[in-house]
Every structure is written in structure tokens, then in C-alpha cells.
């Protein structure tokens, strides 16, 4: 019976009623300040690469380091997830990577870092990625009821995206700002690149404490004991491959993976040491820019859900030929706020269409089955990204830099035209699968 002294326009929503429970508050802290802390080692590792070697082939190694065991064992860390408390892997990851990359800014710090290190370090901090991201998108549900799940998705994807905004302006601005007046050996911004080490490690640190407040719900259903890993892999694939949409757009994104990712990750840090006006500063707001226009983009899907030029296929292929045309003229810029533009746009176009792709997944694949589907969709986009890395810092040594720009750019138009013409992708819809 509802009580008297309550009317109801007095009720919480489902948002209000989420940031009032303690249990999610202490996940969404720790989750903020971990991201928070990632986008400082993403812009300062390749910074550091370019700093010791100014070789694009050694960096490319480094990135691939670190995605290559994520690829390797993402798929395999979402069915151990599975058999495992994901409370438990994902502590385990957190205390591992406090300890490398503490490591790795005491070695800056001190100007005793060689690349051997540097292999060994990134190799690991990669192997520790491929079972902290399955850890944590397994735990949600166990941290909030069943009910508050949308708004809790709404809530953590929205942070991680101003974190990709903030952080990368911070960490540029530390690295340039401490970076002066301090030489380590030969390395160059030595003291604000171990500052930006130093303090993701911190970021680490601190959410080995919020996590401990963070209590399990329970009611997840567990893997029965005797199933196997990789057969519980198998199967996910085999169902995946028989699905032609689903099939067609894997596909698809594995080619839209080979040809941006790499260039975003080499190319740009490349681009911003090369051109004189620009430096780490430039390239963390450039990035920054992305992370903004990528929020951007999420915040207008959620209010103009159904924008779509007919079909979900087509609106894909049209915003993916628009980021093509966008990327060609990236290796042209002279300025910061030329690359922030471009940048901006990129990610309010790839923005929309992520939360556009992510509920086509969620309602075209059974619910039992949906785990194994978002891993491998991050499989594709993290596994390939190594790939694509090292291939664009061989490219970059016989390929001048604007040159990249316009074939990655050009190429993405050519796939999206071949996926127009010679595959079923117009046609995928938003309902969910046939039968």
C-alpha cells in the first residue's frame, strides 16, 4: 500500500534511486578513477617510445605488446570470468598492474628503462587487460538489481567517455609541463612521463580499495564444472558464423578495425612529434577531442533513438564512409584545432553508431549466449588493433604520413562501397534475428 505522507511524483527514478545505493557508488568511484588513469599510459607509452627510439617500428612492437596477449586471451578470459568470481580475476588484475606499472615509472624515473623492459612490461600489462575487461563488464549485474542494469550502463559508459576527454588533455599537459628541464640517460620529458606512469599506478592502488567495498549480489548462473573453456568458445562461434547479419557485420568491423585503428594509434602520435607546432599537448587535446565528440555522439543516439536513413545497415555504411572521407585530410593538418576538428566529428559519428551496435547485439543474440558475443565484438576491435599498429609502422617508414592518411581513408570508402554492393549489410535491421 503506498504510504500517505509520499505522493507519487515523489519517487525516485531508476537513476536517482541507482546513485543512492552505496554498492554501486563504490564501482562507480573506482571504475572513474581507473579510467581516469588509463588515458595517462595511453598517451604517455607511445610518447616514451617516440622519446627513446623515434622509431615507429619499435613502437609498433611495443602497442603490439600489449594487444596481442589482449587478443590472444580475451575470448578465454570471459569463459574463465564465467567459472570464477569476476570480483576476484578483477583484483587480481588490479594488484598486477599497480606493481608493472609502478615499475615502469620508477624505471623512467631513474632513466634505467631499456626496451627489453619495456617489452616485458607491456607484455604483461596485456596479458592482466584480456581478463580485467571480462571481469568487469561481468560485474554490473552482480552489483545492481536486475531493474537499474540500463540506467547503470548509461551511467559508467557516459564516465568512461568524459575520462577519455579529460584524461588525455591532463596527462599531455603533465607530460609537457614536468617534462621540462628534467633528462633522464637520453630520454627527454622524463619526470612527466613517470608522473603519468605514477599516477596510474596510484588510480590501481586506490580501486583495490573501492573494490574490497563493493559486495556480489549473486544469482549469476556459473559454467557447470565440467564444461570447457574453449568448447563454451567453440559454441559461441559456431552460432555467431551461422547468423548471416551477425556474420556479414563481424566482418565488416574486422576490415573497418584494420584500417583506423593503427593509423589512430601510430600515425597520430607521429604526426603531433613531427610537425613542430605540435607536441604532447596537441596530441592530448586532439585525443581529447575524440572522447568529446564520442559522448557527444552517445548522447544523441540516446535521445534520437531511431534515426536511421532506412535501415540500420545503410545508416552504418553512410557514417563510416562520412569518417573515411573525414580521416583522409588528418595527415594535412598544421594546427591543433584542424586535428581537434576532424577529431570532434570522428567521434560524434562513432559515438552514435556504438550505441546504435551495441543494443543490435544485445537484442539479436540470446541472453545465455550474449557474454561470448561482446567478447568477441572487443576482440575484433582490440585483437586486430595490434595488427593494424604494426602494420602502420612499417608503412610509415616507406609511406610519407600524409599519404596514410588518405589510403586509410580511402580504403575505409572502398570497403563501405564494397559492403554496399556485394554483401547483405543494407539490410540488416534493428529487430532481432529471424526464428
Known sequence: MTSPTLPPSAAPTPRQALLRNHNFRWMLSGGLISMLGDQFTLIGLPWLVLQMTADTRVLGIVLAMLGVPRALFILIGGA??????????????KYVNTALLGTLAGMVWAGTLNLPCLYALSLGIGLATAFSIPAGTSMLPQVVQREWLQPANSV??????LTMFAGPLLAGLMIAVLGTGHEAGALTDAR???AAFALDAFSFAITIWTLRKVHMLGGKPAMPAGASVLGAVADGLKSFW???????CLLYWSAVALLISGPVQIALPVLA?????LGAAALGSMMAAHGAGTLLGMGLAGAKPHWRLRSLGLTLLAVDATVGLLFMPMGSITATWQGAGLLLLIGALGGFMQVAVF?????????????RAMSLFMFIFMGLAPVSAAATGWLLRAVPLNALFLGGGGLLVAVVGVALLATPMRNVNDGPAAG
Do not use: N, Y
Open 273 to 277: 612529434k613531427e610537425q613542430a607546432q
Open 192 to 194: 612527466g612521463l613517470a
Open 156 to 161: 559508467m559508459l557516459g564516465l568512461r567517455q
Open 80 to 93: 574463465f570470468v564465467d567459472r570464477h568470481s569476476p570480483k576476484q580475476v578483477m583484483m587480481v588484475t
Open 242 to 248: 551461422r547468423d548471416v547479419q551477425l556474420r556479414t
Open 359 to 371: 543494443t543490435w547485439i544485445q537484442r539479436r543474440v540470446p541472453p545465455a549466449m550474449l557474454g
